[in-house]
């Protein structure tokens, strides 16, 4: 038993250690230092054990960090249609302040983002790796990642990875100007 206890003992020791931020290194010159003491004083490790053991108290457990497991989803949960800008009323927008989310994308007048991937990283919280490119230039579309923050099914704070951050949200076509109730826009948000 002495000698599954020396083992014992300093591996404890280095997962104790190692959870407190300190090295195996140390772990062991403790275990070395333990083993002189009991060397020392006459207790071997059977005596100690059994008296330790019932007066020792529990160490408490350490408790493993959470890892953040991002889980892919096919869709972002907003409903499809149009967004608008946080800060202009529905009725007031414009190609500059309107988006409009479709099932594989978000895209405006000049511009559109296909997403490639989404996986959700938080109860509200969302990476997107998306393909974006303008619609009136030939160039092939740019993949960045965005980090979407939703505020329910109708709301969206996107931050990108270059640096801009848009804050937008749902308005029923029967809310926008004239030239956006007339679109028929069922092809690509059904």
């Avoid at 960090?65 to 499809?80: E, F, G, N, S, W």
């Avoid at 511009?111 to 393909?131: H, L, M, S």
């Amino acid at each position: 038993m002495s000698k599954t206890r020396s083992l014992v003992v300093p591996l404890l020791l280095a997962a104790g250690l190692a959870a407190c931020g300190q090295n195996a290194a140390t772990a062991e010159n403790a275990a070395t230092a333990q083993g002189a003491d009991e060397t020392a004083s006459g207790n071997t490790p059977e005596v100690a054990a059994a008296s330790s053991e019932a007066a020792a108290p529990a160490a408490p457990e350490a408790v493993p960090a959470k890892a953040q497991v991002a889980a892919t989803i096919a869709a972002l949960p907003l409903k499809r249609g149009y967004y608008v800008e946080s800060d202009t009323p529905c009725g007031q927008a414009s190609n500059a302040t309107t988006t409009l989310l479709r099932r594989e994308g978000i895209g405006g007048a000049r511009d559109f983002c296909e997403f490639k991937k989404i996986e959700q990283t938080g109860p509200n919280t969302y990476r997107v790796t998306e393909a974006c490119g303008d619609l009136q230039d030939n160039a092939p579309p740019e993949t960045s990642t965005s980090i979407y923050t939703l505020t329910g099914d109708t709301a969206f704070t996107a931050k990108s990875e270059h640096g801009w951050e848009r804050s937008a949200r749902y308005c029923a076509q029967s809310t926008m100007p004239p030239d956006w109730r007339a679109n028929d826009i069922s092809d690509v948000t059904g």
